[in-house]
């Protein structure tokens, strides 16, 4: 496992990745902490991402389909929105079970790496083509992140953190604003979410979206031991909200807030 890298290959249009059963996502950024994957406990190996469906639809490549966890978070707020229908992916390597809604394609090979941090869980919303270019509307990604530099390394450091990260990634020559921080609970834990607004004037707005945003659900696991650092469980969903063809229509905030809602520890 490698930490933050330069990495400075230009990178095609596409604000989101592909349909992921023709492409894996894979990126790197850089920044100035060292972060690495956290298994679920010292020297294990994660088990793959396991996902089920709520409404009889099955996803293109699960390896497998256990029982999953699907009660709600605790949380502060109590305006979230009722949980999704459809799919639940259950993805132990980042200790968290999520909803995604029926539409959108999982793939269980596809590992985003962002800033030396391997993502698993991965599921994409909307692929198109337009101007000979793939573009996909949206996604979801998950893994547990530590610091083994910070010691007091937080749920707010790490979310806008990735914020950055995966903004800089998926919406390439955009601009991302600084995060919005909102405090809550996820099963007794400490927890944020942030949320960083996206902007860009595409040469082709027709085909590339002009407004993103980047959500993190970031958990302090809370876990952190003479030996380990403590691991913060980590739910990324970037996504186009205006600009670019009209379908696949972009998704809406109500959907990120309700998938980052859904989020339960596993």
Request: hydrophobic share 40%; net charge positive.
């Amino acid at each position: 496992m490698t930490g933050w890298q330069d990495d400075n290959r230009p990178r095609r249009a596409s604000r989101v990745p592909m349909a992921l059963s023709v492409v894996a996502i894979v990126a790197a950024v850089a920044t100035v902490v060292v972060l690495a994957l956290v298994n679920r406990s010292s020297g294990d190996t994660p088990d793959e991402a396991a996902v089920t469906s709520t409404t009889g639809a099955r996803p293109s490549t699960p390896t497998s389909r256990p029982p999953t966890t699907t009660s709600r978070p605790r949380r502060t707020s109590t305006t979230a929105p009722p949980p999704l229908p459809g799919r639940v992916i259950d993805n132990p390597a980042a200790h968290l079970s999520y909803r995604v809604p029926t539409n959108w394609q999982v793939d269980a090979t596809a590992k985003p790496t962002v800033a030396g941090v391997d993502f698993s869980g991965t599921a994409a919303y909307g692929p198109y083509t337009c101007g000979g270019t793939g573009y996909s509307r949206a996604f979801a990604t998950s893994a547990t992140a530590q610091n083994p530099a910070d010691k007091d390394v937080t749920a707010e450091k790490t979310a806008t953190t990735f914020t950055s990260a995966f903004g800089r990634v998926y919406f390439p020559g955009a601009t991302v604003a600084s995060p919005n921080i909102r405090p809550l609970q996820v099963d007794g834990k400490k927890a944020v979410v942030a949320t960083a607004a996206v902007t860009s004037t595409p040469a082709d707005p027709k085909c590339a979206s002009t407004k993103g945003e980047v959500a993190v659900l970031a958990i302090d696991l809370d876990n952190a031991t003479d030996t380990r650092p403590r691991g913060i469980a980590l739910l990324v969903v970037a996504a186009d909200l205006a600009g670019g063809p009209d379908k696949p229509a972009p998704l809406t905030e109500a959907t990120v807030e309700a998938i980052l809602s859904g989020a339960s520890l596993r």
